[in-house]
């Protein structure tokens, strides 16, 4: 047991150093809406990270890349309603305060670039909403339409 001790502070270590100072509207300074970004981080590394792989490459068959690609769903309507309605998200079982986070999170960790401006996160009612309509064997038509609606149309 004590072999695992070490690895274990490695994983959280890095992630309670670069914690920031909380901001007036909830949530880090640098991450508004993301309460607890060490848990965050946990619950991705847990729930995610096993399809969409730790640096949010994906695959190419199933699981679609985040890095760099996941914000852009916020471009264009219906696609704010989409991210929270995949079935990883929607049927996860965390509970929509833990959910919101790990969503925000994700979308500072792997698409800040791509936030729209005025960016809100989601909230856990949100969430809460989003997630009692799951997308299942449409989810690939969903997403090819959103994806069309993006300038270029590729993603």
Not at 5 to 16: N, R, S
Not at 51 to 63: F, I, L, T
Request: net charge positive; proline share 10%; charged share 20%.
């Amino acid at each position: 047991m004590k072999r695992q001790l070490p690895l274990i502070g490695a994983l959280l270590l890095p992630v309670m150093a670069g914690a920031v100072a909380a901001s007036p509207a909830g949530g880090k300074a640098d991450m508004p809406g993301v309460i607890d970004p060490a848990q965050a981080r946990l619950d991705y590394m847990l729930k995610c990270q096993g399809c969409h792989r730790p640096d949010g490459s994906g695959d190419a068959v199933s699981n679609p890349p985040m890095n760099g690609k996941v914000a852009k769903f916020l471009h264009v309507p219906g696609g704010r309603a989409f991210l929270g309605r995949v079935p990883g998200v929607a049927t996860v079982d965390l509970d929509d305060t833990r959910l919101s986070n790990v969503v925000n999170w994700t979308l500072y960790r792997f698409d800040r670039a791509n936030l729209p401006p005025g960016f809100k996160p989601y909230t856990p009612a949100e969430i809460g909403r989003l997630r009692q309509s799951p997308l299942r064997t449409e989810r690939a038509g969903v997403r090819a339409a959103l994806v069309a609606q993006m300038p270029g149309g590729v993603l």
